[in-house]
């Protein structure tokens, strides 16, 4: 298996000197190039002018037929964001699932994802706590999202935008501590090697506590970028990333009466000394960009991933039982190694014909995915909440619930047209042929191997109408599928084998409009159909794929700068999202998990004079099931945060954040009826920044 990191770097090797030309300085080389790379674009405060995440292509927001949020640095940056769970807050229409304490789970328009996560545009699917220490801008795309990234991104995905090494000079430190025990120190270190090289170092190490008992958590992060300027016509990127996190698993608080447990929001259930998680991450990534003529494009990826992770835990596996006092845990733990090939090539070309102004993308895709799991569960206790002992020590040398692994094999043709039909109409239509082939190997005893191979074709349309003033309206339609593996490849079986893709089918309308060339207003009113999703059949243990989802609802945002010196970003979001068939998991009626009908959240950070800037910020959540079951409720709340900056020299600056100004107890998220997340007290971040 570790031969494909060889060939990667191979592949890389021969695709850099086929188009080696005559050496151009860095500084003299034709910009053309960066105009379709997914690490640039042009930062303007707390908004963004462009996206390259929908389309392959840097397009301008105003022209593109579906939802993309755009979080920039300076938002990550202004509110100390370390990971996703606190950047979704101000993006409408998203949640953050628990995700058992150890992974990200978004919940994108009412549909949760474990794998639906790429870094400049290429897959990062393996389960894990991501960190944003370098990352350039983050962008969230809302609805089926399957022309650009493949299978899955039914309710959206989230594209991490690495900072790149563009030769500018940069030299930064962050110390950032937190008075519930953080401690977290990032550097980012760049410039030009020589005249036709640039680098950049970002480093991330942190060891921190939270509120909650017992937990701790460790990273330690180092990313290394390189640019190497071939010639006048041709670019190569070099990324690179090591990535450890270590943490305390924690699965929160279970419930009572069907609302979360209101006790002390510290309290640990279980037995902390044997709930870890433990994940490395390690990858290496080439972009070559070739220019062949002035409107014809040639960009090629190249990527190896490798990850291994180990999590165990023990967690509430029932509510709180109000007479005796106790609450059941169960305990299970699991191991994911796995490796990505993965290539990508684009060819772009921008011609006219008829006096239409095109941009044509011609892309090809191939990858290679091998992963083992095993998981072992085990005989559960029962946790006192009057003595709260950790003494449970279960035996985790019974046989395995799950010993497999799994080999995937990618194949996808895509086009996509963007053409201006007018001087204010454009269309953007687009298809994409996927091949998914996976081999399933069940190491159990006496249990029976699987293949299954899926094509299916995803469409993409799209208007876009600019009646002047500075605004445009759209219409979107698109459509995903989900091949029956799961997300983590992890369900194949002998029913889910025969069984065709899951549907997505998103169709959106919207509005984007800019008051001033720094501040961006959008709206978007939309309606995502999930289907083919699988239903208990008429006869008893026969399954079916009639059941569905429906999820539907306007999207409100708006983010830059109102005038000199005050910056917002904002979001509101009403949805309703509920199950329209009876599923396995539920009958017709019931409300998909952590969509709350409205949530809203609002950012401001005001200049008030040459070295002070004050902020103030609101998120408001309404009323959301835990789970499925809809037998858990998580009340809502409203939690006011703020932030001070201060310059002290013109190279040193302080800044604080306070979360929860209020003090408001509350629970924000779930994963299931007895795994509740409470919300942190009133707390505070103290971050020194340097640049020199």
Do not use: C
């Not at 039914?154 to 563009?166: F, L, P, W």
């Not at 309290?267 to 960009?289: H, K």
């Not at 800044?655 to 998220?669: A, K, P, R, V």
Request: aromatic fraction near 10%; avoid cysteine.
């Amino acid at each position: 298996m570790r031969s494909l990191f060889a060939g990667a770097v191979s592949m890389l090797a021969l695709s850099a000197g086929a188009f080696a030309d005559d050496v151009t300085p860095a500084s003299e080389a034709a910009t053309a190039t960066d105009d379709i790379i997914y690490v640039y674009g042009t930062r303007s405060f707390y908004r963004e002018d462009e996206s390259s995440s929908f389309t392959r292509t840097e397009t301008p927001l105003e022209h593109i037929p579906q939802s993309v949020f755009v979080i920039t640095r300076d938002v990550i940056d202004d509110q100390a964001m370390t990971g996703f769970g606190e950047l979704v807050r101000y993006v409408p229409g998203v949640t953050m699932g628990q995700g058992e304490g150890h992974r990200d789970a978004p919940v994108l328009r009412g549909n949760l994802t474990t794998s639906d996560f790429f870094v400049d545009g290429i897959r990062d699917d393996l389960q894990y706590l991501r960190d944003l220490y370098n990352v350039d801008r983050v962008d969230v795309i809302k609805g089926a999202s399957a022309l650009v990234f493949g299978r899955g991104t039914g309710g959206g995905a989230i594209n991490r935008v690495s900072k790149s090494a563009d030769g500018g000079d940069i030299r930064s430190l962050m110390l950032t501590l937190g008075s519930e025990g953080q401690a977290r120190l990032a550097g980012d270190l760049g410039g030009e090697l020589s005249d036709n090289v640039g680098a950049r170092l970002n480093v991330v190490v942190e060891n921190s506590e939270t509120f909650r008992d017992f937990m701790e958590v460790e990273r330690l992060g180092v990313a290394p970028a390189f640019r190497f300027e071939l010639s006048d016509t041709t670019q190569l990127d070099v990324f690179a990333e090591y990535f450890e996190d270590t943490r305390t698993v924690d699965r929160g608080v279970p419930s009572l009466a069907g609302r979360p447990w209101p006790g002390d929001s510290g309290t640990y259930f279980g037995n902390p000394d044997i709930s870890n998680s433990d994940i490395t991450v390690a990858t290496l990534r080439g972009v070559l960009t070739h220019e062949l003529a002035s409107d014809l494009t040639l960009r090629s990826v190249l990527s190896y991933g490798d990850y291994d992770k180990y999590y165990q835990n023990a967690y509430p596996g029932g509510p709180v039982d109000p007479v005796a006092i106790t609450v059941p845990i169960s305990a299970y733990n699991s191991s994911t190694t796995r490796e990505n090939l993965l290539f990508q090539t684009d060819l772009i070309w921008e011609p006219e014909f008829a006096g239409l102004q095109q941009t044509i993308l011609f892309g090809l895709e191939a990858g290679h995915q091998e992963s083992a799991n095993i998981r072992v569960n085990t005989a559960g206790s029962v946790f006192s909440l009057v003595d709260r002992g950790r003494n449970f020590m279960p035996d985790f040398s019974v046989p395995a619930a799950r010993d497999n692994t799994n080999e995937l094999d990618l194949f996808a043709l895509l086009i996509q047209n963007q053409i201006a039909v007018a001087d204010n109409v454009r269309f953007v239509a687009g298809l994409r042929f996927d091949r998914f082939d996976m081999t399933f190997d069940d190491r159990r005893p006496n249990t029976t191997d699987f293949s299954r191979e899926d094509t299916f074709f995803s469409p993409r349309l799209g208007v876009i109408w600019e009646p002047g003033l500075e605004a445009s309206f759209y219409a979107g339609w698109s459509r995903s599928y989900l091949p029956q593996s799961g997300e983590q490849f992890s369900s194949l079986n002998v029913t889910t084998a025969a069984l065709e893709p899951e549907e997505f089918e998103n169709l959106e309308v919207g509005f984007r409009y800019q008051p001033n060339e720094r501040l961006l207003v959008s709206a978007a009113v939309y309606r995502l159909d999930r289907t083919n999703t699988r239903a208990p059949g008429a006869t008893p243990g026969t399954t079916v794929q009639t059941g569905s989802q429906r999820a539907e609802g306007v999207e409100l945002a708006i983010q830059g700068e109102v005038r000199d010196g005050w910056n917002l970003i904002g979001a509101m979001a009403f949805q309703n999202a509920e199950i329209t068939s009876t599923t396995s998991a539920a009958p017709a009626g019931r409300d998909a998990p952590l969509s709350p009908d409205f949530s809203a959240s609002l950012w401001n950070r005001v200049e008030v004079t040459d070295r002070l800037d004050l902020a103030l910020g609101v998120i408001h959540q309404g009323d959301q099931f835990a789970s499925i079951s809809n037998a858990v409720t998580l009340p809502g709340y409203t939690r006011l945060d703020a932030g001070i900056f201060y310059a002290l020299t013109d190279t040193i600056d302080v800044q604080l954040n306070i979360e929860n100004l209020t003090n408001e107890e509350y629970w924000f998220s779930a994963h299931n009826d007895n795994n509740i997340s409470p919300g942190a007290p009133t707390s505070a971040r103290l971050t020194l920044s340097a640049s020199f």
